[in-house]
């Protein structure tokens, strides 16, 4: 199915330890973000790419690092995982040409302890 | 910056009751505005979206009207399911060069009882 795939779904980390999540696209979109999701916060974007080759910070980019490895993927990476990174990630994407037409992965519910 | 202030939760209604639920927003310039839904376990879905004053989204029911004198996007159905049950998000977006990042509110959680 076409869409926006993460992986993983689930993930537990001990503090200190790194982890990368998984981004993948098939709909030939530009621009992608991931976004966390928090418990009475809403989403807050991390870090986004306008199209591929660049990448820039959100609001929340402390912490996280990421990679636009091609026009398909864009990961997002925990160095060392901190309990303030437990979370829901997601990662969207959309068109240049539709900046309406998000469309959102699944998410990955991470756990640091 | 650009903010988006959504009617805190949550909020329980019986079955064919009315929803409203209220999103104001602080943007400069013309933002696009738009509800997403988020059932249970899954993404976030484009529910309805308006990118201009005076424009009305609908969809499923539901409607919402870009007001720019009150800087206001509320949420409304007139007769809810149990199916509506979820989280509701209002955002904006705007564009700044090539970026088109949306802006959420913190979410307002609907059950719908039978």
């Known amino acids: 199915n076409a869409g926006v795939t993460q992986t993983p779904k689930f993930q537990v980390l001990k503090t200190g330890q790194s982890m990368t999540l998984q981004c993948a696209q098939d709909?030939?979109?530009?621009?992608m973000y991931w976004y966390r999701q928090d418990p009475g916060m809403g989403l807050r974007l991390i870090y986004y790419s306008a199209s591929e080759g660049t990448t820039d910070k959100g609001e929340v980019p402390n912490g996280y690092n990421v990679s636009r490895l091609n026009k398909r993927e864009f990961s997002l990476r925990l160095e060392s995982a901190a309990p303030s990174q437990t979370s829901v990630y997601f990662c969207?994407?959309?068109?240049?040409?539709?900046?309406?037409?998000?469309?959102f992965g699944s998410g990955t519910r991470l756990t640091v302890v | 910056g650009d903010s988006v202030t959504q009617m805190e939760g949550p909020v329980t209604l019986s079955e064919e009751a009315f929803l409203t639920i209220n999103c104001t927003y602080t943007a400069t310039g013309y933002p696009s505005l738009f509800w997403y839904v988020q059932y249970p376990g899954e993404g976030l879905q484009l529910l309805l979206k308006?990118?201009?004053?005076?424009d009305k989204g609908s969809n499923k029911g539901f409607e919402a009207t870009y007001r720019k004198e009150t800087t206001s996007f509320h949420l409304e159905k007139g007769s809810v399911q149990v199916s509506d049950s979820a989280v509701y998000f209002c955002?904006?977006?705007?564009?700044?060069?090539?970026?088109?990042?949306?802006?959420f509110g913190k979410g307002t959680l609907l059950t719908v009882n039978p």
């Open positions: 709909m030939n979109h530009n621009s």
């Open positions: 308006a990118t201009k004053a005076d």
């Open positions: 955002a904006l977006s705007r564009a700044r060069g090539s970026n088109y990042k949306l802006t």
């Open positions: 969207a994407s959309h068109l240049i040409e539709d900046p309406y037409g998000y469309t």
